[in-house]
Every structure is written in C-alpha cells, then in structure tokens.
C-alpha cells in the first residue's frame, strides 16, 4: 500500500536519515516509514516527541537495513492531538490491512482497540 491510499495523509516528510531529526516536529504523532517510491514498511505513533521515535528508530537496525519490500527511505509524520493519537494509528493500520491482508512488513504487533 502507498502513502498516498492513507487518509488523513501525513503532512511531513524527511528522509530516513540522522542528520534529518532536526526537521521532525517535538510534537506527539503519528508516522510512517516508506520506501522510495511510497510503499508503507511500518505505521506508528508517539505521545512523546516525533523527533525522539524517529531517532528511536534509526538506532534500531530492522528499520534501517534492507527489507524484501524495500529500504525505509521516508519518515512521514503527522502532528496530532495526544488523546486521538491511538484512533489515528489505528485508521491507517486498518486502511492498511483491508488493503493488503496483513500488516506492514515491519510491524509486529496490531495496535489495540
């Protein structure tokens, strides 16, 4: 699935790479990693800081090497209110698995409710 299919669309992009973490917001979220070419590797979400999950991110070598799917190039991101941020996750983790039968290839566990 691309980024493109999730509504409401992430409206921040960086690249997936240390010296980006200055441009991710320290406001709690939602975000996707993606390949190049938009494909969706992982959705998440933070209460705490987009900034800090990104670098959380990057220190963890399942999002960053190689993937049958492809590379995580993207880190899409979307401020949001702290107390909806688990609906919004959710939405696009249910747009994800009606559209492709299974979650991304990077996340482990469905997220609740």
């Known amino acids: 699935m691309r980024i493109t299919q999730l509504q409401p669309l992430p409206n921040c ?3 997936f790479k240390r010296s980006e ?3 991710v917001s320290t406001a709690p979220g939602c975000y996707v990693l993606t390949t190049f070419q938009g494909e969706i590797l992982y959705i998440g979400k933070t209460d705490r800081s987009l ?3 990104f670098q959380e991110h990057l220190g963890n070598s399942e999002k960053t090497q190689p993937t049958d799917e492809g590379k995580a190039f993207w ?3 979307l401020e949001y209110e702290s107390n909806k941020i688990g609906v919004l996750e959710k939405t696009w983790m249910n747009a994800f698995v009606t ?3 299974r979650l991304p290839l ?4 469905s997220p609740p409710g």
């Open 51 to 53: 900034d800090v999950r």
């Open 75 to 77: 880190f899409y991101f």
């Open 21 to 23: 973490y200055k441009k």
């Open 106 to 109: 990077l996340n482990k566990i």
């Open 99 to 101: 559209t492709e039968g």
């Open 13 to 15: 992009r960086v690249s």
